[in-house]
């Protein structure tokens, strides 16, 4: 069990990488990161930044033997992940930190109905009959607001619509009442709409059950209206963090600020927008140094070096990795 | 510029596209797909992707067009170029003749639209030699201006498509439209798959030749603030019908339809809590197998009414006159007005990095 | 970001033969099926270098011999060498695998594009003639067909050919069908790029790599199906050395003279295998949905 | 209701090939040099014998009264007297295709058993030593020619070893069970006949081992590929993100969806094998309809060919009616597009 | 357990393939006359004497016949007492009736009795042949399979007027020491005992034959015992049984020969010097040996050894390729490409084709080998559509005539016998007096002096008549090989 105020994800300066021909992915370059109990944590940065392999780092779901750690470390529910036996692991999937993915489409088993899905993962990790699970089934279903959750137990995924899949998702990631939701996406594929429907949800649900969310996703916009704190991403690294309001209003890092510049809301209409110039690293030759090195109009000579991720100012709850930022332009000891 | 180069053609009436500034005239456009075949080839059903659209785009401005996903907005765009016959309605204006060069489209996905074995070059100038013949060093040339207008190197041309990022190849695919110089381009979602970054260097590419060419653009796209950003005038498409039309000003800082409403009440907006005060609704875009009879928006508006049994025509709005609204109510519902912007255009200036990087 | 500065053509070529050297050590049995292919396709061509026997020579006093220094594989039952005999079949089998896959792989293909493009009644007509053609009874087809226009090499690789024809058909249809609506195709359509340019410009290329993957798996497939037909005595004819047919005669001898039915089996297997390791691993790799991410 | 819309949409094509199917065959035949008269009469008949059994068999009709001919006895399920064995072609085929079909139902039953799990750990393991190792062995399978192996399987486990029997369905001597299905294996059951049980499963192992081998490489190569592709579905990962072991993802989640695109293969395959069958027959003197067409075409018996044509177009379609009702089962997604 | 193996009242008999027809009126095929042959008795039947066969006749429903001096017309009075599997005495009617069958059904056992016009039974046991012109043979082709005697109630399974036919070829309604028991398609065949048998009873109470299609699987399952003869083995294969403990191989010189047939009226073959030079290419102890395993012997003229009217005098070609060479630069005629058509019916045939192929290869002539189904082949034949085409001829009744008369009659061109299209108005006055007059001694003048002009013309090349081998298991006692009688075995007097 994890101590009270333990992080239930606590990645520090984590490196990881997917060997191929010749070289390696460096997919994450310095991920630190941590969730507290009860907390909505929001993870940003634009695509192949490394997301999606943080969150499912967290569950170790990656491809055995596909990938390697070369640094930091990492910690979920108190425990070193890389130590858990796999026959653990399985336990604390679904029951401890549960998962929800972007693609609602194929996300659930096809040929399988969604009572037999959900049912499965009750059954896993509770010690149900299956009219009990069912029925525990039924009354997560109508607490998503389903109006005919019998009949969606009964139902197939192709027969549901986009955001009722996504509830089912909900709905099984908060069934065996874990003490994490890990939602990568979650909103993506759907219309605004729907959007909005589903984050209502699963913030009313987290808030009710004091159940921990790491929320993942591109758009600033989402998790600033969400998020207790937010972790920005760019090339594998977490660049900058802090609370929310602190990032979004007055963002340190010099790619923060860009790319909320970037972003046509706000802007004047027609006027031309503030892009950042080129595209993201090729991740198996990142650029040594600050990772933003070459895409930064501030840039200095310092920048030849990696700079990690520390605070800003005391209290020392805004951190962000740039020596612009960091007290003496050197690197931190 | 003459408006028929088809002498068969019906002359072009003066209150349709016949105004001088009208370069695509819409009238009624319907789309049906059939759906299946019985065992006499039959379809069993149709799709009604497209329900009677109209609207006039004028030259050398931004249509915007935003709507939820089904709604028909690609339908309408591949109708527009021809792409999907027209199961109703017309379709008039300068673009729209024999002469494909006219009108260009350019896709969501700059992978899939381009093609994986043709060199860069080839790919710029493939509508050019669609239409006649030109000696290899004409075409080449035609593509290193091209590439340039948009950024693209020199050395690019001679590469494959996938050797280049997503924004890379979305000025791939914008060279392309431009190469038979066309009046009118139609973008489908063209920065939905970039990123946010990428997104500003496109979006800023569009509104640069478009500025220098003088065209017209048709812009879908699901983004709200992409459309607010482009477009001068928007049309807010709901199951394959114009819903609300009027400039991008008016109606996305005050809709009218409800379903414009619910549309702009959903956009997240930077650091604005979300509001749960609204009951949640589980509804979604209703089956475009078999339309509503009454008004297409019945089924989830919060505002429903007796006469809301009836179709609803896309009328003048009464206040101004100058936005269009497919509701009758649309004058009785409270005001919703959003800002303009909520956080300030620029991001909060970063003098000390300025004067550090000039160190 | 893409470089700006190319490398140089010698370090590029170098470094792409490093890249499939990679790639190859990653795949073994693909490996091993080109190096198979390598060595049937060097007895092909060098036959007459390799024998050192006249395939066709009998000699009725060294009849059945046992494999020895003399004769590496023994001699059949008229006194000629095995091992020249599968030497000079390499050049039919390898020429028959080709032959078939270019006949079907060509007139299927096509007719699979042409069908798909022009859809409508035409489509609907061939593919029911193609479906027809795939539930007739493949063998039967061919030794009627065989029967019909009288046996020999040539009529039996036709035969064959026209029993694998539906399958590129269907194939190419699909190829053509899903790449129909891709973006690319859809962009050239509306610049006013006519059916068949499309064909040949966007769709032949891009539909290209399945069929010549079908077709490597076929060329196994149609080695296997001559030998067969050759088997039953309605493939290739005496004398010509052919392995199915060496194996046909070698059957009557198979308990006393295991190297001559032994061999010529053996050289089908291997050779097919080769074809088949090949096309698998050319699958894996020109498959979209397995390809690593980069 | 979507099963009377498959069964429906098949028996009209059941129509359509059994048309072409006859047609083809009809025109083939009649391409064929070589005078069923004359072969009928025998070697050393007269001319006017020759002519006169001509005119019995209706040779001397225009060939398209000839196909009306035998598509109206087709009809009333009259395929033709044979040439050969002077009996009525469906009588022959009642007695040799039960043994082939049983033949190939035991094959396919053991290249699935094994070519199943097979392709399964190939996939789960693959580019490891196992999946090597179980693509070199499916390889081998469907590069094996099936003549050659049956001839071997005989030498060394008949002639060498002992162990099987070299030839036929049953014991010489030993009645055959009394004929329920035709299928030596089933009847011996249902009549309690143990002895004869044994002596059939005895003589179908090798055969059905040959013949299956082959459909093994095809079955776990399918598998294989079909496998990798589900294992890289989204809804693999929610099953283990839910927390599931990973063979019950493997089995209970990856394993169905990867059946479904396999079903074509396997329908198809079952096909092939009645085809097949004709070499294995061949070789094992299985009285089978393989080594009936075989020695129907050599005879230029036209009116057997074409019953085993017919015949076995007819089996291919209810097969593929059979996987189209199996797919009915295994994959709701069709199901639901039917009933909407 | 299976039943067969090893037990000494049940008889084995391993065949290549199903025989197509059980009826004696229409199979001509020796396949089917292994089983046909002691179901079915006949009036007269092939001598046996000191455990030899011998290819002269003695009654067997018949006690005596006569011959009226015009030879047209043959009475013969029946032994009495013999009796069809159903209890039914054999009677004249009944010999009447099979004759009459066999004259309607008009097949290739017909063929025997080109004159014969009318049968009478004027009593019980008195039946009277009468022919249309003098058949010299005649009595000897009432030993063939065909002439058997059938009981005439299988009228009652005629269907559609087919005199039975369809029933009678998976049945048997014979006299002879057995009757079929059961056929199981592709399987076996199984005789049993005629209950009603009118001589020694059988010592087999069942005789199975099983049809295994792989000479090789055949070869195996004799020497493992579970069958006890094997039929149709390749020589090597019956080379290599010889050593094998348990199994004996038989070698009788039997009548049945193998030659080549040289298509006369086609191109260059037309050519008489031609066909001689072939004839001198061949080498026909090479192919014996090589071949053969040294178990033939080459043919002197169409006549086989054994056969009366064999002629020891008559030329013999041998192998001789200059002179082939210098006949065939005589001939003037360029003959560059020749076919040659073949089947895999007999297994020695395509090594035959191969060494002819080099033969010819030495004198400048290729040789194209075509393979057909025989049926194809057949047909070919038929049609005269070949140059050089390979057969086996075996009698079917022993007399010169199954020889002369069928290979040289130009009005038996093609498929009936006359497979080279020879054409020679002499031979053929010679031969068809041999065939009407009833003294042997005068047939034997005509026939001599007819194969002196038929080898002089080099029509076929006569390559070999080949012993009959025959494998079986030691303990198979009683076996007696007759050359009119291949693959036919005395199973009703054999024992174990
Ligand atoms: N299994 C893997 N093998 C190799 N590379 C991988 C693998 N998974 C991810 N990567 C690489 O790691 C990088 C980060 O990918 P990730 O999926 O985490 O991005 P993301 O931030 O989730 O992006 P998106 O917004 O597109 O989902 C990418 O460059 C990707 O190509
Ligand atoms: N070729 C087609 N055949 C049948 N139905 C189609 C076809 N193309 C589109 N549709 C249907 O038409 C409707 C409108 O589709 P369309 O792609 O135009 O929507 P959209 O507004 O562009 O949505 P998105 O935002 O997801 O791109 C949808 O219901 C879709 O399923
Ligand atoms: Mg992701
Ligand atoms: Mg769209
Ligand atoms: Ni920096």
Not at chain 5, 43 to 62: F, I, M, N, P, S
Not at chain 5, 139 to 152: E, F, R, S, W
């Amino acid at each position: 069990m994890t101590a009270p105020g333990e992080p239930l994800v606590d990645f520090h300066d984590l490196k990881l990488e997917f060997p191929i021909y010749g070289g390696a992915i460096q997919a994450l370059n310095g991920v630190t990161l941590n969730v507290g109990q009860g907390e909505i944590v929001g993870v940003v940065g634009e695509s192949g930044c490394g997301k999606s392999v943080t969150a499912m780092m967290a569950l170790r779901l990656l491809p055995e033997g596909g990938y390697r750690i070369t640094g930091g470390s990492a910690r979920i529910i108190g425990r070193d992940l890389q130590a858990i036996p796999e026959r653990d692991m399985t336990a604390i999937r679904g029951r401890r930190i549960a998962m929800i993915f972007q693609e609602p489409q194929t996300a659930l088993n096809p040929t399988k109905k969604i009572g037999a899905q959900m049912i499965q993962v009750i059954r896993r990790h509770q010690d149900l009959d299956h009219d009990a699970a069912r029925k525990l089934a039924l009354s997560l279903l109508s607490q998503m607001w389903i109006s005919e959750p019998e009949h969606v137990l009964d139902a197939y995924p192709f027969a549901l619509s986009g955001g009722m899949r996504q509830r089912v998702l909900i709905a099984m990631a908060f069934s065996c009442e874990p003490s994490l939701i890990i939602a990568d996406e979650p909103t993506t594929a759907l219309d605004v709409t729907v959007q909005k429907q589903v984050l209502l949800l699963l913030r009313a649900k987290a808030k009710e059950r004091g159940v921990a969310v790491l929320l993942i996703s591109h758009d600033m916009a989402v998790v600033s209206q969400l998020c207790d704190r937010v972790y920005v991403m760019y090339a594998g690294q977490v660049i900058e963090s802090g609370p929310t309001r602190d990032v979004i209003t007055s963002p340190k890092h010099p790619y923060t600020q860009a790319l909320l510049a970037a972003t046509p809301q706000g802007a004047a209409p027609g006027a031309t927008l503030r892009a950042i110039a080129g595209s993201l690293p090729n991740l198996v030759t990142p650029p040594s140094g600050c990772l933003f090195r070459e895409r930064c109009d501030v840039a200095f000579a310092a920048c030849a070096r990696r700079p990690a991720l520390s605070a800003i100012a005391p209290p020392a709850t805004h951190l962000s990795a740039c020596w612009l930022t960091q007290q003496h332009g050197e690197p931190a000891p | 510029m003459t408006f028929s180069d088809d002498p068969t053609a019906r002359p072009p009436t003066p209150d349709e596209a016949d105004a001088p500034d009208v370069a695509l005239s819409l009238r009624e456009i319907e789309v049906c797909f059939p759906l299946g075949q019985d065992w006499r080839g039959r379809p069993k059903g149709y799709v009604h992707a497209v329900n009677g659209v109209t609207v006039d785009v004028l030259r050398g401005e931004t249509l915007g067009i935003v709507g939820e996903s089904g709604c028909g907005k690609s339908t309408l765009a591949q109708a527009l170029v021809g792409l999907v016959p027209l199961s109703g309605g017309t379709l008039k204006g300068p673009a729209t003749h024999a002469d494909a060069r006219r009108m260009q489209m350019i896709f969501q996905d700059p992978q899939s639209s381009l093609d994986p074995r043709m060199r860069v070059w080839r790919i710029i100038t493939e509508p050019l030699s669609a239409q006649r013949r030109m000696s290899k060093d004409e075409l080449r040339e035609r593509a290193g201006q091209l590439a340039q207008s948009v950024g693209l190197r020199p050395e690019h041309l001679d590469r494959f498509a996938h050797e280049f990022s997503g924004g890379q190849r979305q000025r791939i695919a914008i060279a392309r439209a431009l190469a038979p110089d066309p009046e009118v381009i139609i973008l489908d979602e063209p920065t939905s798959a970039l990123d946010v970054s990428v997104q500003a260097q496109i979006l800023n590419l569009l509104l640069q030749v478009q500025r220098e060419r003088g065209l017209t653009y048709v812009f879908i796209s699901h983004d709200v603030s992409v459309i607010h950003h482009v477009a001068k005038r928007v049309a807010v498409m709901y199951l394959g019908q114009i819903v609300e039309l009027g400039s991008s000003e008016a109606v996305l800082a005050a809709p009218r339809h409800p379903y414009t409403r619910a549309l702009l009440d959903a956009v997240p907006r930077m650091m604005r809590p979300l509001e749960s005060d609204a009951p949640i609704d589980a509804s979604e875009l209703p089956s475009n197998r078999i339309l509503p009879s009454g008004c297409f928006f019945l089924g989830r508006c919060p505002f429903a009414t007796k006469g809301c049994h009836e179709a609803q025509t896309l009328r003048p709005d009464e206040g101004t006159g100058e936005v269009l609204v497919r509701c009758h109510r649309a004058q009785d519902l409270p005001p919703l007005v959003f800002p303009p912007a909520d956080l300030p255009g620029d991001a909060p200036a970063h003098n000390s990095t300025q004067k550090l990087a000039q160190d | 970001m893409i470089r700006t500065h190319a490398p140089s053509r010698i370090a590029k070529t170098l470094e792409k033969g490093r890249y499939i050297a990679f790639r190859l050590r990653q795949r073994p049995l693909m490996t091993v099926g080109m190096a198979i292919i390598l060595c049937v396709v060097t007895a092909a061509v060098f036959a007459p270098l390799i024998a050192h026997y006249d395939p066709y020579a009998i000699n009725l006093r060294a009849r059945l011999q046992p494999p020895g220094s003399a004769h590496w594989f023994g001699t059949d039952e008229v006194g000629r060498d095995i091992f020249s005999r599968i030497v000079y079949g390499a050049r039919q089998s390898v020429s028959i695998g080709i032959f078939v896959v270019l006949i079907a792989g060509g007139v299927g293909s096509t007719l699979g594009g042409l069908s798909a493009m022009i859809g409508g009644w035409t489509d609907t007509a061939i593919m029911r003639l193609m479906d027809v053609l795939l539930s007739f009874p493949s063998l039967v087809l061919i030794m009627a067909l065989a029967a019909a226009l009288g046996p020999s090499l040539l009529n039996a690789m036709l035969a064959i050919a026209i029993v694998r024809i539906p399958f590129y058909v269907r194939l190419a249809r699909g190829q053509t069908l899903s790449l129909r609506s891709m973006d690319y195709v859809r962009a050239a359509r509306t610049f006013g790029v006519g059916n068949w340019r499309i064909l040949r410009w966007h769709i032949a290329p891009n539909a290209l790599s399945p069929i010549i993957v079908q077709g490597t798996l076929d060329l196994g497939g149609a080695i296997l199906m001559a030998s067969a037909l050759s088997f039953i005595g309605l493939g290739a004819q005496q004398p010509t050395a052919e392995w199915g047919a060496m194996v046909a005669t070698g059957r009557n001898f198979i308990l006393d003279q295991w190297w001559y039915s032994g061999f010529p089996g053996f050289a089908i297997l291997i050779t097919a295998m080769g074809f088949n390791l090949l096309g698998d691993g050319l699958r894996d790799i020109l498959d979209p949905k397995q390809k690593e991410r980069q | 209701m979507s099963i009377t819309v498959i069964i429906r949409k098949r028996l009209g094509f059941l129509v359509l090939v059994v048309f072409g199917v006859s047609v083809i065959t009809f025109a083939i035949s009649h391409m064929i040099p070589g005078d069923p008269a004359r072969l009928m009469a025998g070697e050393r008949a007269d001319a006017a014998t020759v002519a006169h059994m001509r005119h019995q068999l209706g040779l001397d009709l225009p060939l398209y009264t000839q196909y009306f001919r035998y598509a109206e006895a087709l009809v009333h399920g009259d395929l033709g007297t044979s040439i050969r064995t002077h009996r009525p072609v469906l009588d022959d085929i009642r007695i040799f295709f039960p043994a082939t079909l049983e033949l190939g139902v035991v094959a396919l039953l053991f290249a699935t058993a094994l070519g199943v799990p097979l392709g399964v750990l190939s996939a789960v393991h693959k580019n490891r030593l196992i999946d090597h190792i179980s693509r070199t062995l499916a390889v081998t399978g469907i590069s094996t020619p099936a003549f050659w192996l049956g001839l071997s399987a005989i030498t060394l486990f008949y002639g060498k070893l002992g162990w099987l029997p070299g030839s036929g369905r049953i014991a010489t001597g030993l009645a055959p069970p009394e004929h329920i299905t035709g299928f030596y294996l089933i009847d011996a059951l249902l009549t309690g006949n143990g002895a004869a049980f044994e002596s059939a499963l005895r003589h179908i192992a090798l055969p059905a081992l040959t013949l299956g081998f082959v459909h093994l490489g095809i079955v776990a190569r399918q598998i294989r590929s079909s496998m990798l592709d589900a294992m890289g579905e989204d809804y693999v990962r929610t099953a283990r993100a839910g927390g599931l072991a990973r063979w019950t993802v493997i089995l209970n989640h990856a394993l169905p969806n990867a059946l479904i695109p396999s079903l074509t293969v396997l329908g198809l395959a079952f096909g092939d094998l009645l085809y097949g069958a004709v070499l294995t027959e061949t070789v094992f003197a299985w009285p089978g309809m393989g080594s009936y067409v075989v020695k129907s075409i050599q005879a230029l018996d036209f009116p057997a060919v074409m019953g085993f044509t017919v015949v076995v177009s007819i089996a291919y379609v209810l097969v593929n009616l059979a996987v189209d009702l199996l797919y009915l089962v295994l994959d709701p997604r069709i199901r639901w597009r039917d009933a909407s | 357990v299976p039943v067969a193996h090893g037990a000494s009242d049940v008889l084995v008999i391993g065949k290549a393939e199903d025989p197509r027809t059980l009826d004696p009126a229409v199979t001509m095929a020796n396949n089917a006359w292994t089983v046909t042959y002691p179901v079915y008795q006949r009036l007269v039947r092939y001598q046996t004497k000191d455990g030899k066969g011998l290819t002269t006749v003695e009654g067997e429903l018949a006690k005596s016949w006569t011959v009226s001096p015009d030879g047209l017309v043959w009475t013969f009075t029946l032994r009495g007492g013999q009796k069809f599997d159903d209890g039914t005495p054999v009677t004249a009617q009944a010999v009447k009736f099979s004759f009459d069958r066999l004259l309607a059904i008009k097949q290739g056992p017909a063929d025997a009795f080109p004159s014969l016009v009318s049968i009478d039974a004027s009593n019980d046991t008195t039946v009277k042949f009468t022919l249309s012109k003098p058949f010299a043979p005649f009595l000897y082709t009432l030993a063939n399979d065909g002439a058997a005697i059938v009981n005439p109630k299988i009228a009652a399974h005629a269907k559609n007027g087919d005199r039975a036919q369809g029933w009678l070829s998976v049945h048997s309604a014979g006299s002879g020491a057995y009757r079929v028991a059961s056929w199981e398609k592709g399987q076996n065949i199984v005789l049993e005992p005629n209950p009603y048998y009118g001589e020694t009873k059988p010592a087999f109470s069942k005789v199975i034959f099983k049809m295994i299609g792989e000479a090789s699987a055949r070869r195996l399952q004799l020497e493992s015992g579970d069958i006890d003869i094997a039929e149709n083995l390749p020589n090597d294969q019956l080379d290599a049984l010889q050593k094998t403990p348990g199994v004996r191989v038989g070698e009788y010189p039997s009548l049945s020969v193998t030659y080549l047939y040289l298509n006369n009226k086609k191109g260059a073959l037309a050519n008489r010097d031609v066909r001689e030079a072939i004839s001198y290419a061949i080498d026909y102890k090479g192919i014996i040996d090589g071949i053969l395993s040294g178990q033939a012997e080459q043919m002197r003229g169409p006549i086989p050894d054994g056969m009366w009217g064999h002629d020891k005098t008559v030329h013999q070609f041998s192998h001789d390729v200059a002179k082939a060479k210098a006949l065939l630069k005589k001939s003037g005629v360029s003959v560059s490409k020749l076919g040659y058509l073949y089947a895999t019916r007999d297994p020695n045939w395509e090594p035959i084709g191969l060494a002819v192929q080099a033969n010819l290869a030495d004198i400048g002539i290729k040789v194209d080998m075509e393979n057909l189904a025989y049926a194809t082949m057949r047909d070919r034949l038929g049609k005269g559509d070949f140059d050089i085409a390979i057969g086996n001829w075996a009698p079917d009744f022993s007399d010169p005539y199954m020889y002369m008369n069928y290979w040289f009659d130009s009005a038996r061109l093609g498929l009936p016998g006359n497979r080279a299209f020879y054409v020679n108005p002499k031979v053929d006055k010679l031969i068809r007096k041999a065939a009407t007059l009833t003294k042997q001694s005068d047939r034997l003048a005509l026939y001599q002096k007819a194969q002196k002009i038929v080898v002089a013309d080099a029509a076929y090349v006569y390559l070999f008549q080949k012993n009959a081998r025959v494998a079986m298991r030691t303990n198979l006692k009683g076996f007696v090989y007759n050359p009119m009688l291949d693959e036919i075995y005395n199973i009703a007097t054999m024992h174990k």
